[in-house]
C-alpha cells in the first residue's frame, strides 16, 4: 500500500433509511481513531440525505453506488451525475451487478466515468473477469477492455492520481471465494502497469473486492500493490467492516515503518 488506502463498504440494496441510521451510530466510535486510512460506504440513494447528515464531521465519506450518464432526459428511474453532485462527493460505477445484471456495456460505463468526473464527483471504477474469462486465460484481456473503454471517453488531460479503480473478479463477488492475495496482486499491479502505459504521468489508487473479509483482509493489504478495499457484503455489519478498516490501518502503519 503506497498511498493512503481507502475501505470502501458496498451496501448494494440493502438497508433502510432507519437500518442505516443505527448502523452509522455503531460504525462511527469503531472508526473513530483509525488514521491514515480513508474510509467510506456506498448507500443506496434513499440513504444518502441521512447518511451525510449523521457522518458530517467523521471520518466516513458517503457515496452513492451509480448514476446516469446523462446530465437529465426521458430516463425513468434514473439519477444524473449532475443531480448527485448537491449530494455527495463520489459515485461508485462499473460495478459488476450493473455490467451483469443490468446489462451496462463497456462505453456506457466510460460514460458513466466521465460523466461524474465533469460534475465534480470522484469516481470509483469496478472492472474484473467472469469465471470463464479468467478459466480461458483472458482475465488482462478483459480488465484492459474495461479499462481502455473508459480512456475512449476522456476529453482533456486526466487527473489519474485521483482515479480509483477497483478490481473485483466477478466469481468471488458474494461467493464467499475470494482471490488469493497473489491472484489479486497480479491482476492489481497488471491494471496500475496497463494505466501507466497510457498515462505515465499519474498512478490511481486500485483497490480489491470480492468476499473481503475480517479474516482475509490483513493478508490482501500485505500485497505491495493493493490500496484498500471494496467490501460488499461485510461491510453492512458495522463491527466487522470496522475491524476491516483497522487491518488498512495497521498495514498502512507498517509500511510507514519499514
Ligand atoms: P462482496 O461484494 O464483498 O460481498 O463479495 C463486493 C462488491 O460487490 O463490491
Request: charged share 20%; hydrophobic share 45%; net charge negative.
Amino acid at each position: 500500500m503506497g498511498r493512503t488506502p481507502l475501505i470502501a463498504g458496498n451496501w448494494k440494496m440493502y438497508k433502510t433509511e432507519e437500518q442505516a441510521e443505527d448502523y452509522i451510530q455503531a460504525l462511527l466510535p469503531r472508526v473513530s481513531v483509525s488514521d491514515g486510512v480513508d474510509v467510506a460506504i456506498c448507500v443506496p440513494f434513499t440513504d444518502l440525505r441521512a447518511m451525510i447528515d449523521s457522518a458530517r464531521g467523521s471520518r466516513v465519506e458517503v457515496y452513492a453506488q451509480n448514476m446516469h450518464h446523462e446530465p437529465e432526459g426521458a430516463f425513468t428511474g434514473e439519477i444524473s451525475a449532475a443531480m448527485l453532485a448537491g449530494w455527495c462527493d463520489l459515485t461508485l460505477v462499473g460495478h459488476s451487478e450493473r455490467r451483469h445484471i443490468f446489462g451496462e456495456r463497456d462505453d456506457e460505463v466510460g460514460r458513466k466515468f466521465v460523466a461524474s468526473l465533469a460534475h465534480g464527483l470522484s469516481v470509483i471504477l469496478a472492472v474484473g473477469e467472469t469465471s470463464d474469462e479468467r478459466d480461458e486465460g483472458n482475465t488482462f484481456d478483459v480488465v484492459d477492455r474495461q479499462l481502455d473503454a473508459v480512456f475512449a471517453e476522456l476529453a482533456g488531460p486526466p487527473a489519474v492520481d485521483a482515479w480509483v479503480i477497483a478490481y473485483e473478479p466477478v466469481w468471488a463477488i458474494g461467493t464467499g471465494r475470494t482471490a488469493t492475495p497473489e491472484q489479486a496482486q497480479e491482476v492489481v499491479a497488471h491494471i496500475k502497469q496497463h494505466v501507466r502505459s497510457r498515462f505515465p504521468d499519474g498512478s490511481p489508487r486500485v483497490l480489491y473486492g470480492g468476499s473481503v473479509t475480517a479474516a482475509n483482509a490483513a493478508s490482501l493489504f500485505a500485497q505491495a500493490d493493493i490500496d484498500g478495499a471494496l467490501v460488499g457484503g461485510v461491510s453492512l455489519r458495522a463491527e466487522e467492516f470496522g475491524v476491516i478498516v483497522a487491518a488498512a490501518e495497521a498495514a498502512a502503519g507498517s509500511r510507514g515503518a519499514a
